[in-house]
């Protein structure tokens, strides 16, 4: 199950025997008995169960299972477009879960930085106008400077070059770039990804897991979610799901 969203952005029983929390000192995500039930024609579904984590501010959390682990419906949590059946969900001492469907869009938008799996990227806007989107939505700053700063962010990417371009004339790593670059216009200290590196080839996605660790080095918390044991090298701290529980906690040494 991928991140689900409307638009590409908005500006909105049994506990694991593991234990999974980092420090709550500095924490910037926390989730606490956290469960999320469907119903479903084949009756109620558990995509995620009794989960608690805490992520550090500066950490690069990698999430990783196999499809219908939970891992999606774990990112779709943090971001708010999803609710808990249970539990509660704090990210930057905000918390989610209470937020009504107004604040949420408006919190979401200032938060969190998603890099969708399949980019989302709109076709009929260039790269700087596609980065651009969440400043618009959220009107942050001053309308004239931001494409100033899209440049800038596309730059700091290696991608300011493609900037008046559209999103169909670059390769499959250019538009990468160029969605990450929008997942930080609005400087948000959480970062969520999805699948980020499942339609890249291995150089490429080795390339895009590089960039990701450095926006950990500047400071952003990340949260990856992946099947891609190849990927564990970059992150500071890995979980595995697995039927929606927490089965393994992992250190990296990084």
Partial sequence: MALRTRTPVTCAMHNSTIDTTSSEAGAVISLTNVSKRYQTPAG????????TLSVARGEFL?????????????LNLLAGIDRPT???????????HQLSERALSAWRGRSIGIVFQFLQLLPTLTAAENVMLPMDFCHTGVARERRDRAVRLLDRLGVADQADKLPGTLSGGQQQRVAVARALANAP???????????????????????????????HTIVMVTHDR????????LITLVDGRVAEHEQAHV
């Fill in 230 to 237: 190849n990927a564990r090298d970059y992150a500071s701290r």
């Fill in 44 to 51: 109620l579904f558990t995509a995620l169960d009794d989960v």
């Fill in 62 to 74: 990698m999430v990783l299972g196999q499809s219908g682990s939970g891992k999606s419906t774990m």
């Fill in 189 to 219: 200290a959480v970062v969520l990804a999805d699948e980020p590196t499942g339609n890249l080839d291995s150089r490429t996605a080795d390339s895009m897991l590089a960039l990701l660790a450095s926006l950990v080095a500047d400071g």
């Fill in 86 to 96: 249970h539990g509660g969900i704090h990210v930057g001492g905000t918390a989610v």
